[in-house]
């Protein structure tokens, strides 16, 4: 299986940039998606990273390093609505269902 | 497009009885669904992926025969809790993939259903 770890509670100021960090370990990494969260609410999905690099869209960024099990999500320009749960999720093992980690719960202050 | 529609969004119901929690795509054929389960400030736990026409894979330590699950079409998968208990209180989250999709493409979710078992 895969063991992602990503912290569990992040507080930021509005209008300010935030990145929460994954780390993992899998054999056969086949992909990573961030998915965001609001309470009592199903998932909604922000990035997909297969290859090293940095992706980019609007506010939101995710950054991969396969070679380090790392990946980071970054956000700009912060707003109250961001305040939620940011969920990791990582596809390996031969397997195309990915597992997630148990989120970071982001909290945006004015 | 790829809407996945939830249905309840809640139910409260009497330790012992029995539960159906439906999950619908609107807009896709949705070859293979699965259902999650999430207790608070925790993970999405895979309980259970199903293909349409056939068994559904459950995962382990979930019981197959406390969590029935039925994938009849290709636009409606049901979950039924049968004689439920308070430690099945949670949040019931399902997803869907359609046949063509490709590797990069995310899983869909349904609005998710609390069930609280009294």
């Known amino acids: 299986g895969q063991n992602i770890d990503q912290p569990t509670e992040m507080t930021a100021t509005e209008g300010a940039i935030v990145q929460i960090n994954c780390t993992y370990q899998t054999s056969g990494f086949n992909g990573l998606f961030w998915y965001q969260q609001h309470a009592g609410e199903a998932p909604t999905f922000l990035s997909y990273?297969?290859?090293?690099g940095l992706e980019e869209k609007g506010r939101f960024s995710s950054f991969l390093s396969r070679s380090k099990g790392y990946s980071y999500l970054l956000l700009k320009e912060l707003q109250m609505k961001d305040s939620a749960s940011y969920l990791c999720a990582v596809r390996g093992g031969g397997s195309y269902i990915p597992t997630f980690g148990r989120g970071t719960s982001l909290i945006v202050h004015p | 497009g790829a809407v996945v529609s939830q249905h309840p969004s809640r139910v409260i119901c009497k330790s012992g009885t029995s539960v159906k929690i439906e999950c619908r795509s609107l807009?896709?054929?949705?070859?293979?669904m699965f259902w999650y389960r999430q207790f608070p400030k925790q993970s999405l736990m895979l309980m259970a992926t199903?293909?349409?026409?056939?068994?559904?894979?459950?995962e382990q330590g979930v019981e197959k025969d406390k969590f029935l699950i039925n994938h009849a079409s290709l636009t409606l998968s049901t979950l039924t809790v049968t004689s439920a208990h308070p430690e099945d209180s949670s949040f019931y989250i399902c997803?869907?993939?359609?046949?063509?999709?490709?590797?990069?493409?995310?899983?869909?979710f349904g609005n998710g259903t609390r069930l609280t078992v009294t």
């Open positions: 997803s869907a993939r359609g046949e063509g999709m490709e590797d990069n493409s995310p899983l869909h």
């Open positions: 990273n297969v290859l090293d």
């Open positions: 199903s293909n349409e026409g056939s068994k559904a894979t459950y």
């Open positions: 807009d896709f054929q949705a070859t293979t």
